[in-house]
């Protein structure tokens, strides 16, 4: 239970997003409740690699670029400012990313994104220098110098220790049942009772959909189930990330490479399958041959919180005053935690907020004629 | 989602309670979808030793044994039944429970527990003889022959898989938000959307606390959380269970010892901490003290649904008619699965159910003025 | 170190083959020592499904096929045996196995299999109503009603725990460097320091090799890597075991399926790769197509030790009276090790051993002209 | 099997002090091989916490404290030149160490300590200041700075891979049996056959034992055996390391504390007891009180390789020219592992190598009359 029966701002949802946003929340001195149904930074955050692609989504970002931009940046000034307040370490890696391309239109789709001073074309063989085990089916790859990655999980422990550490409550194990507007204040009801708050968030990922739904909006968050392996590399050493086509091998510090993943549209399941595993072996053995001589790990799976254009819903409702909602940001949530917890911090607070991005992400925007593809 | 948008009966929760009485249910032929927000018989049915105890529980039972022994005697049957329906093996090991008497005090508490004819009094030469590294502080023990254990996360998933061949539907990774009173059925939302059933059966351990409160009942249900251990016995074997003052060391097949558990109260936080192991190994050691020298395999924690007074509830809502509860069944919701499900099978076929047990269960029934012990 | 520095049997290896031999020679009242380098039952034991396949590898066995029919047989006395001294269940799981036959040539190479007792032919529509989800690419099944299974690394630690019972000493974490004939008895060097015995038998599966070639022997025990994975079967039950071409899927207690096995000579690392996998998944998807849908749940490798013509070298060192070997026993070390171990019981005792199995199990055999192929 | 017959320098282990002379001998264009049971970093070497304790062992090592702060040292240089080589990182952790002392004696024990640079006397409210959940019965703490600590595992890997880098050969799962002397050169034997070395290096821990004797060297590695645990620190953050009388607390980078650890002496047994982690729980919360309340994660041992002075045998044989030995580092292998690489490699090539460490670690020493004690 709480330490008192009321809160200023309650954030629902302990992934790296609710975790982002109540230390930003935190750092503007609001008296925060996170809750979290069972471990900070457990489910879809864990089961994330961790890229912070700002560049290779580039083309899904279109008009908020600079959104995933100015997140991809404030990790910079974050790494230094958590680890030296919580002493973790969230591992931001260097190295960026190559970004494959196997045909001339894959590198032509890419003109506008190779404009951009953090981007460079390697010919093959300028890849292959990079990374020697390189398939020889490319023509080349974008190298993506500033789309290094983290460890989410530690990540996203460090905000909520970071955010601790500025007097927000971290409730773990703590199940959020409804939330139910009583005029002055919000009621927030958990298993084991209730207590009111004047702020919501609502940052639960893909179970974001049920408030989504209670409150009158149409619009749905539905999983992309994403299933992931862990393999021992026991070759030579991979510096780089490598990515196409949504598939990815991400080194760690310790060795080991992530490598990643498949998208099951609408499926809840949150364990891979053999299928989904034999998938993501065959599109790694695409990308660095070599890679099936290596030693398996693990594997798991997590949901993808998907939005109908791909964009998160980041705003205020707009008939409740004082229940935001901060989900939907599909495979993207470890790069956009930052800015997300930043601009809820500032919205609630009443501080300016770039307006192309309150309009892109604000929670009861329309459906545009043409729906997103499964891209 | 659902095949369909409505069911005859709902059961919201896929641990063994709710699992048995999927069970029954498919068995008396209703058309059933089983809930469960993980996995089948994962979290507290998982975390439990399960042990059948219908008589080392015998002083709590009071005027309800009649119940838990006819429980433990269903076990038989469903044994070869689901043996034989679905291939699995619950592991319904022999050799009984060895529940020791430090004192005098102790062995006359159990006067009349000792009439029963499944009880055998052994001296402590006796029980030595029995379980040679037992402690030689004892003054002797209650040999409980019938109180033999399975292995509950294979026992939950006999029962769903048994359902399941039956014609049930079962839902893992299903999250169930609310269930609402709509005059002729009531409509369950979860996070995938919504759908609607005749009755609704809440079978979710202490997490039914919050649909209690819901619908106005004032009980409340809270965890007592038991953190556990287990260790590979390399030393001479252990065939029967030992137990004192709730702890226990239950041997599985493969060598293994499961040693518990500690008592916290109100306590929701799944997992377990330093001091809950040291206290478990030290009321173990207390028992079996070679057992200190045995090899650390791993712990774990899980929450208890404890009552006001101990018994379950289990039982149909007084006011909202076809909404039924059986959650609360404490540390004995192993023991009590089978019985529960048949019950509440009874109950909603209209068959006859024991008039006793419908009192001592029923799900509004007051505290009496003396309210029970943390015993 | 030992209790003593003198042993009457050392026995050198604890995976199933060396703790049959120390049951049997315990049995036998012999004063017997088991050293093992890591735990009991651990490594390739483990690392086996567990398939007492007698007559699915009928047409390997060729002429003794009645010693792995006769050890077959021995489990259902040692299950008793050893679940009444030992408390171990070692999960002896009926149900047998369906031996698949996609062309009407695999049908006919069955023929002399077929004549067998044990051995019914299924068309596939009869195979298909024992296993409903299996291919429909088969022709049918021979249905091998007694090739049933057990749990390996509980069958191995219920015979060492037997053995102990019976007055054996257990030495795990203990490694053996070398094995020195000091004429009247036999040195052996341990990590610890050293003790004697009168007779050495080493049963270290692969490993056995080097001390095969220190004793001047000339075959080779060389690995043949098997890579398997396990799966939560949360579809419709799996009663019986399936097989083809070295390809199985196995069900355990639990509802896991134990699905495997590659074959890679003469790879010493025990960790499953990326392309092993992925042949696993692909050869179970033939021939049960819908377990691409069940959830991943581990993976692991083990090291099959293989001799030059497929059989084990059981027997006693030509030159060095009191050393025996028991290894070489490729995929069958499961089935094969209560045959083993009454086998080396009986030569070290001299009791009669059947004269062609000593024969054809003799560790100094010559390979014939024609060597044996890869199947 | 090698991919020749030859190498110039086998390194018979593969944990850290195995892989840091790989390293360096690979530096000076040494062809080496480097052979492992198991894999890279494991066992004794993954059991370790890291610290880097040149100052909180600064009594034990005495007059070769030079020694252990030239190890310390080496690292900061070794941290980028391995990162840079192959993109991994083994977390050197900066927060030093705060060695506690509960009594004046204690603190005067301390003096010579305390005149060295980099150790600072805190006070306890200083103490305090730094962990505010620290036990009030200190009277104050050695603030040892630069005793930093590393992930163990990882940098024995880094160490390999750097190794191989620079065209080492890396033999993970095999077994070397023995090495023998071959006038010219030395035949090391292994499960797969055997190859021949200009020199060899052991470096096996505290299994180099068995090599120690066979070569006639009077002295003895035993085991010190350490168990551990982690627990996850859901409190406030852990910046230091803390320390006290071989006990200790070591936070890593993602929020996990490392607790040990026990002494068990002549203990081969590589897995934790029960009673080994009551008290690794019992001094830690005599450090850190609320250390009671956090979440167990896991446990582990280590096997310390142990001699009769408590210093590392580090030279080569008397005897037999070629023939090296880097083991019995006991609790300091990660701190002393880059200068015993180091000096290794320099003795091997003839350069000059301090004649103090030289006589200090030189393995045919004799015991003095005084006997070390097991402090």
């Known amino acids: ?34 809750f979290e149904e069972r471990k900070i930074g457990s489910r879809s955050t864990s089961a994330a690699a961790g890229m912070l692609g700002a560049h290779s989504e580039y083309k899904e970002f279109q008009h908020v670029y600079s959104f995933a931009r100015s997140s991809q940046l404030l990790y910079k000034e974050l790494y230094h400012e958590l680890k030296e307040q919580t ?41 292959k220098r990079k990374v020697p085990h390189l398939t020889d089916q490319i023509i080349g790859a974008s190298f993506l110098k500033e789309d290094v990655h983290v460890t989410p999980a530690i990540a996203s422990n460090s905000f909520s220790k970071g955010a601790l550490l500025l007097g927000a409550e971290i409730y773990e194990f703590t199940k959020v049942f409804s939330v139910v507007n009583e005029y002055s204040h919000y009621k927030v009801n958990i298993t084991q009772g209730s207590f009111t708050a004047d702020q919501v968030v609502i940052a639960s990922g893909v179970w974001s959909n049920y408030f989504f739904q209670q409150t009158g909006l149409m619009n749905a968050i539905i999983p992309v189930k994403g299933e992931c392996i862990a393999v021992l590399n026991d070759q030579l050493p991979l510096v780089h990330s490598i990515f196409h086509d949504q598939h990815y091998i991400v080194p760690r510090n310790n060795n080991e490479l992530i490598v990643g993943a498949t998208k099951r549209w609408d ?8 299928e989904g595993i034999e998938m993501v072996i065959k599109k790694a053995k695409e990308m660095l041959p070599s890679i099936q001589g290596m030693r398996w790990l693990r594997s798991w799976a997590g949901l993808r919180p998907q939005t109908f254009d791909g964009f ?3 705003g205020e409702h707009p008939e409740q005053k004082g229940l935001y909602f901060a ?24 501080n300016p907020v770039n307006s192309e991005w309150v309009e892109a992400f604000k929670i009861d925007r329309l459906p545009s004629a043409v729906s997103i593809g499964r891209g």
């Open 1 to 34: 239970m709480l330490k008192t029966n009321h809160t200023e701002v309650a954030v629902i949802g302990g992934g790296i997003i609710g975790s982002a946003i109540a230390y930003y929340l935190a750092k503007d001195k609001r008296k925060v409740a996170l």
């Open 87 to 127: 002493g973790m370490d969230f591992e931001m890696k260097k190295g960026g990313l190559l970004q494959l391309a196997f045909t001339s239109e894959e590198r032509e789709e890419r003109n506008s994104l190779m404009q951009l001073p953090a981007v460079e074309w390697l010919t093959r063989e300028e890849a």
């Open 267 to 274: 499926d809840w399941n949150e364990e891979p399958t053999l």
């Open 312 to 314: 998160p819903f980041i």
């Open 327 to 350: 989900a939907g940001h599909q495979r993207n949530g470890i790069l956009l935690a930052p800015g997300t917890g930043k601009m809820i911090a500032n919205l609630i607070s009443g």
